[in-house]
C-alpha cells in the first residue's frame, strides 16, 4: 500500500469545479492515508497542451493507478458547444423550407458531428496514452475509467478502452476501496474490459451507502496543483453535495438511476465545515450539487436543517444555487432559502400542463409549486429562476402546449417577466430510461441501437421531437432563432402564444384521473 500512487485525472470538459475526483480522493486519504494521490484537471488546460501536459504529470507522479473521470457526453446540448448551437443545426437540417438554411444546418451538424467523434476518439486516446506511460514506470499499473459520461453509456465505451480498465458505472469511493485492497469486486457496478462483462442492468444496482464527512481541503490543495484556478474568479461556483439520490421516476432521468432511489443525507454539520474551509479561502458562491436539493417532503427538515445551520454559522455574504423541487417548499423554508443567499434555483417542470407531468411520472402537483412561489416570492427572493420546459415529450397536444403557456405567465406574474427564464429543451434519449422502454415499445427505436450514435439517421429519433408536433416545433424554434436568438427561450414562449394561444390556468392545473376499461371475462 504504501508504493501504491493514484493520478485523478479529469479529462477535458467545460471549467466546472471536478467535485467528483475531489470527494474520491478526499474518501481515498481518511481510510489510507499512506497512499499518494495527485488531481490532474484538464479542464484547466489548453486543448493543444492536452497531451503534453499529461506526459509531463505522469512522468513526474508515476502513478501505480490512474483514475479517469470522463464527466460529459452531450449529444444533444440544448445550447452552444461543439461547433456551435447542435439543436439549432438539427433543426435546421430536419425542419427549414429554405434548402439554403437546410444546406447551413447540414454544414453546422456536420461540424458538430465532428467535434464530437473528435472528442470521443480525443479522450479515448488519453486514457490510452496516460496508461501506456504509467507502464513506463510501473509496469503493473492500472486504469480506472467513471463519471457521468461513463456511467451512462458504460456498455459501448467498454469496447474501445485497453484491456484491463475497470469501468465504473456511479460511485466510485467502494470500488476504489477494494481495487487497493485487491479484494474481489464482483458485487461492485463494475466490469473489466477483456475479462468480465457487464452484467443485466448493472446500473439499476444499488450504489453502496457511504458516511460522508467535510472534504479536508488543507489536504486537497496539497495533491491539486490546479485548485487555485477555481479560486481566481469570483464567478464560479463551487460545487457541494448535500446528499446522494434521488426518489423519483421522471421518465427520461438517468439521475435517478445511476444514484439510485435510495436518499442517502450528508450530517449536516459536516456540509457547513466543508462550505466553511471554502468560505475561508474566499469562496462566496456555492452550487449544492445533488440531483434535488428538496427531492421529497421528508427531506425538507434536513434542509431546514442545513440552511439554518449556515445561518448560525456567520456567512452571511455568500449565495448559492442549486436544481430545486418547487413543490417541497414550505414558507419557513423559502425565509431561510432568502436569508442564506440564494440567488438562483432551476425547476425543471418539463410541462405546465398537470396530465403531462402526471404521464411523464414526474410526481409533481403544478398548484403546489404556483404556491410555494409565491411564498418564496413572498419571502423576498427577486432574482432568477430557470424553468426548464422540453416540450412534445409524451403526448404533447396543441391544447397542453397552450396550457404550459398558461403556466409560464402565472410564474411571470409571480417573479416577474425578466426574472423567469425559460429553458428550452428538447430531450436526448438516453439509456436506461423509461423513455427508452416507451420508445421500444412504440417501435421508435429497436433493441440494439447505438445511443451514442450521431448519424442522421439515429439523432432524429434520439433528439426527441416525433410527429405530428415535430416539425411545428422545428419551425417555431427557428421562427425564434432567427427574430430573437439571444432570448431565444422567451421568443419560443411568445410564438407559441401567438400561434395557439393561452390556455385559463385552471386548465393546466387540472388532470383527470384516467380509468381503464375493465375487460369482461368470458365464459
Not at 461492485?188 to 467535510?214: F, Q, W
Not at 462566496?284 to 421528508?298: L, S, V
Request: net charge negative; hydrophobic share 40%.
Amino acid at each position: 500500500m504504501t508504493e501504491t500512487r493514484i493520478l485523478y485525472v479529469r479529462l477535458p470538459c467545460n471549467p466546472i469545479f471536478p467535485i467528483g475526483v475531489v470527494y474520491l480522493a478526499d474518501h481515498i486519504h481518511k481510510l489510507f492515508p499512506e497512499v499518494g494521490q495527485r488531481i490532474f484537471d484538464l479542464g484547466t488546460v489548453p486543448p493543444l497542451d492536452f497531451a503534453s501536459a499529461l506526459d509531463a504529470c505522469v512522468d513526474e507522479f508515476k502513478p501505480t493507478l490512474l483514475v479517469f473521470s470522463w464527466r460529459d457526453i452531450q449529444i444533444y446540448a440544448p445550447v452552444g458547444g461543439r461547433g456551435g448551437n447542435p439543436l439549432q443545426h438539427a433543426f435546421e437540417f430536419y425542419y427549414a423550407p429554405n434548402p439554403l438554411i437546410r444546406l447551413r444546418g447540414a454544414m453546422g451538424g456536420l461540424r458538430v458531428t465532428t467535434a464530437y467523434y473528435t472528442e470521443l476518439w480525443r479522450n479515448l486516446g488519453l486514457i490510452k496514452r496516460g496508461l501506456k506511460r504509467a507502464k513506463k514506470y510501473n509496469p503493473e499499473a492500472r486504469t480506472v475509467v467513471g463519471g457521468g459520461a461513463v456511467s451512462v453509456f458504460y456498455e459501448q465505451l467498454g469496447k474501445s478502452l485497453p484491456s484491463g480498465t475497470i469501468v465504473s458505472v456511479g460511485e466510485g469511493e467502494a470500488l476504489l476501496e477494494k481495487v487497493l485492497r485487491g479484494q474481489d469486486l464482483t458485487n461492485e457496478r463494475c466490469y473489466i474490459v477483456g475479462e468480465t462483462s457487464p452484467r443485466d442492468r448493472m446500473i439499476h444496482e444499488l450504489p453502496t451507502n457511504i458516511e460522508k464527512t467535510a472534504c479536508n481541503y488543507d489536504y486537497i490543495e496539497t495533491i491539486w496543483p490546479q485548485f487555485s484556478y477555481y479560486l481566481q474568479e469570483e464567478d464560479f461556483y463551487i460545487g457541494v453535495q448535500t446528499k446522494r439520490g434521488c426518489p423519483h421516476n421522471c421518465c427520461y432521468c438517468i439521475y435517478t438511476v445511476i444514484e439510485g432511489k435510495q436518499v442517502r443525507i450528508n450530517p449536516a454539520e459536516e456540509v457547513v465545515a466543508e462550505i466553511r474551509q471554502l468560505y475561508d479561502r474566499g469562496v462566496r458562491n456555492f452550487w449544492f450539487t445533488d440531483a434535488q436539493f428538496i427531492p421529497a417532503r421528508k427531506f425538507i427538515d434536513d434542509a431546514v436543517e442545513l440552511l439554518q445551520k449556515i445561518l448560525d454559522a456567520g456567512m452571511e455574504d455568500i449565495h448559492w444555487a442549486a436544481y430545486i423541487r418547487a413543490d417541497n417548499l414550505t414558507p419557513q423554508l423559502c425565509d431561510l432559502m432568502v436569508k442564506t443567499g440564494m440567488n438562483y434555483f432551476e425547476i425543471g417542470i418539463t410541462s405546465g400542463s398537470q396530465e403531462l407531468v402526471r404521464k411523464m411520472r414526474m410526481g409533481y402537483n403544478l398548484r403546489t409549486v404556483l404556491q410555494n412561489c409565491r411564498d418564496l416570492k413572498a419571502a423576498g427572493f427577486n432574482d432568477l429562476v430557470s424553468v426548464n420546459y422540453s416540450f412534445n415529450v409524451i403526448d404533447e397536444r396543441p391544447e397542453t402546449i397552450r396550457q404550459t403557456v398558461a403556466y409560464h405567465r402565472e410564474l411571470e406574474r409571480i417573479f416577474g417577466a425578466d426574472k423567469v427564464e425559460p429553458a428550452i429543451f428538447f430531450i436526448g434519449l438516453q439509456p436506461h430510461t423509461h423513455l427508452e422502454e416507451y420508445a421500444f415499445e412504440n417501435n421508435i427505436i429497436k433493441p440494439g441501437y447505438d445511443p451514442m450514435s450521431l448519424m442522421p439517421w439515429t439523432a432524429k429519433k434520439l433528439l426527441w421531437n416525433p410527429e405530428p408536433l415535430g416539425s411545428f416545433f422545428g419551425e417555431v424554434c427557428l421562427q425564434a432563432w432567427r427574430q430573437n436568438p439571444n432570448d431565444f427561450g422567451r421568443e419560443v414562449i411568445r410564438i407559441l402564444e401567438e400561434k395557439l394561444g393561452c390556455a385559463d390556468l385552471e386548465e393546466a392545473l387540472t388532470a383527470s384521473i384516467e380509468s381503464k376499461e375493465k375487460q369482461l371475462v368470458t365464459v
